[in-house]
Structure formats: structure tokens, C-alpha cells
């Protein structure tokens, strides 16, 4: 009896499976026949493209963005070898990267951060070098207390790192660090844990992070203050552009998706990221 | 006599003393998970509300809901459990009932199966990017991330079936044979039955690890949190939001606590639905 119910139960579990996988294997040619634009790269930039990418869907029915995150170099790799249409890259582009062509849809800046409660509020250029080569060792040397520095490096292939590098004329070989980090929540996280680290981020993410309470603060860099309103009139000099590249001339569907994501019309989604829109300055 | 006092208190001492290391132990352990659970609840239950459960998310994962993510999460978590466990199980019947333990292909498949268990899931990711979804063509899509869970899932359920079904006595499947009943017979009336608990456990691990994956399903499932409407769409996993909302969204952590608090609540369910299932499914075989 039990065991004749069990066997049911076992075969209708087991059919019930292969039929839901028939159901879902035959509405994909219905949704091939949409089209479909893939983006992959910068994990900075995805969260904007998505938002960006859920309102061109909204305007065009039928069409199906699907943008993929793993870093700028990612991007430009599968850009290069078509696995995606569009690459999303945080930082411009370079000398050898002039296969591509890359469309800014916003900016953001890097600014240096350290705990609320280091009473340092300002460091020059040639500091900065010091302390994240390992010359400097300890707070006081540069106006704190007398503990010592916890440097918070990028990872490689994070393009923060290459602009943080390519500003400060460093090469990574020549940073001591002692934690190294991902993502911007993650370096200001580090950062607030911990009273006398010192890490770099985007200014966008920062500003929020600090008006929510976390115990950051950003640091004036060569006497310009890090926040958004002095990225968006040029004055602070440590700021990337987010970009979308492409490796040859797009098809309609792309081309239509880099306009609008450089239109007025996405001028707030910018906002909401907390980057700076193109246009603004 | 008074030595022998002093060694009977001393033994009483040593036995208070271990007992008490025992029941610390349990303590700390049990500690840890109510922390943990204390700690999201504290942290997400604010945010949980029946719209975070039906809406899709907006505005980065900020606002709105998980429904998308949760559908998506469900459908890898099936694909991959209906391609490995038949596959895993059916390796553990032959590793345990045809093979003799110490034949060159028993341990040749155990080898393997451990190598396999050890590899990081970063690595499964990239093999599965480079194989289902580049080779393949399958891109990113549900299919190829089940399938890489698949892959991954397979020393697991494997190992933890092949040692539930060597726990069952010896003696029932001799007393099986003397009553003349077939091999495939004794296996699917006597055996699993016996062993079900086992594999049940082993099911669980499985799909504890499933649901816990980020890495492997970054680069084979994907990133877009939009409701999939086929298998061959990217779908975004649950474990993969909580990390991108607390490491790459600035203002996800309410929503990332809330969305912890429902993984941990589903493991908690499909745990003791299943531990359930697989008690009473043996009592009643054996029994009847």
C-alpha cells in the first residue's frame, strides 16, 4: 500500500520535474525571437546600466537587456570577442584599447578615506605616495595619533586601482598593503571597522555611506575637498569616467541603447546611483 | 581507604569537567547560529513585508522586492538537483552494491570524486563559463548555472549516498538474497529505504551549498535580476544579490539583511521538510 504511493509520489515528482523543464525549454525559442542586447564588465557601472537598461525595456517592449557584472578588463575582453555587445569600463580608455570606442555616460570621482575619528583631514600628494608605499608607518607622521596605518588597497583589475595608481604615478608592485578589497561598500566597510585604516573609493558611494552615519570621512585631496559638486564643476582632480564601449559599428538596437543612456533622460537614474551625469558641468 | 576516596573524588572531578567542556561546546555552537539568526532578524525584519516577497527589484535591489530573484534562485536550484542527484545516487548504488571496495575502478571513482570536492567553486565558475556557457553556447542562463551547480553538487551528494547506503547492515541484503528477492528489488525496498535519512542529509548539504553559491554562478548564471522567462534566460541568484547589494551597492544593506533572512528561513524549511520526509519514509518501508 505505502509502498505503491511512495512509488507514485517518486515517478509524479520526478515527471512533474521533466515536465516543467519541457515547459521552460519550449517558451525559449518564443523569447529568442526578441531582441536581445548583452553588456558585461565594470561592477561599478552595472547597477546604473541595469536601472538604465530596465527603462529603455519599459519604452521598447520586446527588447531584453541583460547586463552581467565582473570588472572593467572583463568587459573589454568579451567586448573583443563578441561574447557581448557593450562593455561597461569605469575608467577612459587606453593607448592600446583603440580598437575600441567608448560613449561616457557619467563620472565619478576616487577619494581617499579614513575612519571618523582620525582627526587627519587633508594629506598632499607626496603623503598619500608615502603612506601607501610603506615609508610612512604611523598616523603622526602625518598630523594623527601616534598609531600605525592600515592600508586598504584595491585588487587588481579594478579600475579604481589603475586610476588611483596612474594619478599617485605608482605601480602596484610598489604598495604594502594590508587588506585588500573589492567593491566600494566593501573598502568603506574596512574602513569604518577599523580606526586607523586608510582606503580609497568612489566619492558617490562615500558621500551616501557618511550621511547614513558610517564612521568615514573623505579626505581633501591637494587642498580640493572630495564631494560631488566639485566633480561636477572639474575642481577635484582624482575622477574617472563611466563608459560603454563598443568594438565596431553598432547595430541599430545598440546604437539606440548608447543614446539613451547618454540622454537627458537617464539623467536621474545617474543621480540616484549617486555618480555625476555627463552633461552637468 | 582514603586513597580510594581521593581517586573517587578525583574521577568525579574529571567526569564534572568533561561533561561540562561538552555541554560548553554545545552551547558555543548553538550560540553561533542564534547570534546569526538573532543578528538578521534584528537587521531585516523591518524590511520584510509581503511586497518584498511578489515585487521585482528596483532601483539597484534599494527598493522593491525579490520575487524575480527568488523564482530564478529556485529554477537553478532544480535544474541542478534534477541533473545531479540521479546521476550522484545512481554512482553511489554501483560504488556500494557491484563494485568491491578495493577494485581499481571503485577507487579510481572515489579518487576522483574527492579531487572533485576540493575544488574551490570559483574554479567550477570559470569551467562552467568557459564550457556550458561559451563552449556550449548556452550563455548566461539558468541552464548553465544549474548545470555548473550540477557539477559541483555531484562529490557531495556522491559521498554523503555512498556512506549512507554502506550504514546499512550487511545482514539485510544477504537475508534479502536468501529470501530470493532481486537485487533491484532489495535496493529499492530495503535499501534506500534504510538509507534514506542519509541520503536525505546528504540532500541537504547539497542544497545548502547550492543556495550559498555567489562565485560559480557570477560568471555562469548572471547578474540580471529580471523575472527569467525561460532556462535560457540570466537569472540572478539569491546569494549573489545579498552580495552585490552589502559589496557593490551603497544603501543595500537593509534590503541584503531582509534577503539573508529569507535564504536562512528557506534553508530552515526545506531542512526540516525534508529530515521529516526522510524519517517517516523510513519508518514506514521498514515497518510495513
Request: proline share 5%; net charge positive.
Amino acid at each position: 500500500m505505502f509502498r505503491k504511493n511512495s512509488y507514485l509520489l517518486i515517478c509524479l515528482i520526478l515527471l512533474s520535474g521533466v515536465a516543467a523543464g519541457l515547459v521552460l525549454l519550449s517558451t525559449a525559442p518564443a523569447s529568442a525571437a526578441t531582441q536581445r542586447l548583452v553588456l558585461t564588465g565594470s561592477s561599478t557601472v552595472a547597477p546604473l546600466v541595469s536601472e538604465i537598461a530596465r527603462r529603455f525595456e519599459s519604452l521598447y517592449p520586446g527588447v531584453r537587456i541583460d547586463v552581467q557584472a565582473g570588472g572593467s578588463s572583463r568587459g573589454i575582453n568579451d567586448v573583443r570577442k563578441g561574447v557581448a555587445d557593450i562593455g561597461m569600463v569605469s575608467r577612459a580608455l587606453k593607448p592600446d584599447e583603440d580598437d575600441l570606442r567608448a560613449f561616457t555616460i557619467a563620472l565619478d570621482g576616487i577619494s581617499l578615506i579614513v575612519h571618523a575619528s582620525n582627526p587627519v583631514v587633508s594629506l598632499s600628494k607626496q603623503q598619500v605616495v608615502s603612506i601607501f608605499t610603506g615609508n610612512v608607518m604611523r598616523w603622526s607622521a602625518v598630523g594623527g595619533p601616534d598609531t600605525r596605518i592600515t592600508v586598504v588597497n584595491k585588487a587588481e583589475g579594478r579600475s579604481t586601482l589603475e586610476l588611483f595608481l596612474d594619478y599617485f604615478q605608482l605601480k602596484n608592485s610598489m604598495i604594502k598593503p594590508h587588506i585588500i578589497i573589492g567593491d566600494n561598500a566593501q573598502g568603506i566597510k574596512t574602513v569604518a571597522g577599523n580606526r586607523n585604516a586608510i582606503g580609497y573609493v568612489s566619492i558617490g558611494a562615500a558621500e551616501y555611506e557618511t550621511r547614513r552615519g558610517m564612521p568615514v570621512r573623505l579626505l581633501a585631496l591637494d587642498g580640493a575637498a572630495a564631494s560631488i559638486s566639485n566633480i561636477q564643476n572639474g575642481n577635484f582632480p582624482l575622477l574617472r569616467p563611466l563608459n560603454l564601449v563598443i568594438s565596431h559599428e553598432p547595430q541599430d538596437l545598440a546604437r539606440q541603447f548608447l543614446t539613451f543612456a547618454q540622454s537627458p533622460q537617464v539623467r536621474d537614474l545617474v543621480k540616484a546611483q549617486y555618480f555625476v551625469p555627463v552633461d552637468a558641468h | 581507604m582514603p586513597e580510594m576516596i581521593w581517586h573517587h573524588t578525583l574521577q568525579k572531578i574529571r567526569d564534572c569537567g568533561v561533561q561540562g567542556f561538552v555541554y560548553l561546546a554545545v552551547l558555543l555552537v548553538s550560540a553561533v547560529f542564534v547570534w546569526m539568526l538573532a543578528d538578521l532578524v534584528r537587521g531585516g525584519f523591518a524590511h520584510l513585508s509581503w511586497e518584498f516577497m511578489t515585487e521585482s527589484p528596483r532601483d539597484a535591489g534599494r527598493a522593491g522586492g525579490i520575487a524575480s530573484i527568488l523564482v530564478s534562485t529556485v529554477l537553478i536550484l532544480l535544474v541542478a538537483l534534477v541533473t545531479a542527484v540521479p546521476l550522484a545516487w545512481a554512482t553511489a548504488v554501483l560504488l556500494t552494491e557491484f563494485v568491491p571496495v578495493t577494485s581499481p575502478l571503485g577507487k579510481t571513482v572515489r579518487f576522483s570524486l574527492f579531487v572533485l570536492a576540493g575544488v574551490p567553486s570559483i574554479v567550477f565558475g570559470l569551467f562552467g563559463n568557459a564550457f556550458f556557457s561559451i563552449y556550449l553556447g548556452l550563455g548566461f542562463s539558468i541552464l548553465s548555472g544549474g548545470l555548473t551547480l550540477a557539477c559541483m553538487l555531484l562529490p557531495i551528494l556522491t559521498s554523503t549516498a555512498e556512506a549512507g547506503l554502506r550504514a546499512v547492515p550487511e545482514t539485510y541484503r544477504l537475508s534479502a538474497a536468501a529470501l530470493g528477492i532481486t537485487r533491484t528489488a532489495a535496493l529499492i525496498h530495503l535499501i534506500f529505504p534504510a538509507a534514506a535519512p542519509a541520503l536525505a542529509a546528504g540532500l541537504l548539504i547539497g542544497i545548502g551549498r547550492a543556495l550559498a553559491e555567489t562565485a560559480a554562478l557570477l560568471f555562469t548564471s548572471g547578474y540580471v535580476d529580471r523575472m527569467p522567462g525561460s532556462l535560457f534566460d540570466s537569472g540572478r541568484a539569491l546569494a549573489l544579490h545579498i552580495f552585490d547589494l552589502s559589496m557593490n551597492v551603497p544603501g543595500g544593506d537593509m534590503p541584503a539583511y531582509a534577503s539573508a533572512l529569507v535564504l536562512v528561513s528557506l534553508l530552515l524549511c526545506i531542512n526540516i521538510l525534508a529530515m521529516k520526509l526522510a524519517y517517516s519514509l523510513q519508518r514506514r518501508k521498514i515497518l510495513t
